[in-house]
């Protein structure tokens, strides 16, 4: 089984509609039910227009889309530029098969190699378990609860912060120099 992570672009707004707009996808994420293809084309032409910083990424399996993931600054404020906020979905017919780890790896790679960031942030519902071990799988940890921090199928549900650090944040390289 091979899995394929690639910067999403505004033709997989159909895919992303299709596995977003599933129960079991949109409950677990801060999206709203029935959105659709439009919807989805906006919003990858603004995250891949020029200049943007977010990092959007597409997930692949037997070459269907089946997962998303993005990296986005968390603001303008210039005292939080080393910090990223994360958000993913994965399609449920492609769970349990490596997508989101895949996904995971892919964004804490440019996070830690390309980029520097410092901090990568999410929050995730309290009852999510199998996103909690994904994120903990990759260095995530539990930093505090969040009550009633959502509206999910009319009940308030709580959220946990997570976050991770760079395990190795940057140094500049000494250099030795001969007299």
Known sequence: MTITIRRATPNDAAAYARFMSHPDVFAALMQMPFTDEEVWRSRLTDSCAPGKTDLPLAAELHGKVVGSAGLHPVGSQMRRRHVLTLGISVA???????????????????????IGALRIELFVYVDNARAIGLYRKHGFEIEGTFRGYAMRDGEYVDAYAMARLHPRPPQIATTKTTA
């Open 92 to 114: 449920p017919e492609a769970q349990r098969q490596g997508v989101g780890s895949a996904l995971m790896a892919a964004m804490c790679d440019y996070a830690d190699n390309w």
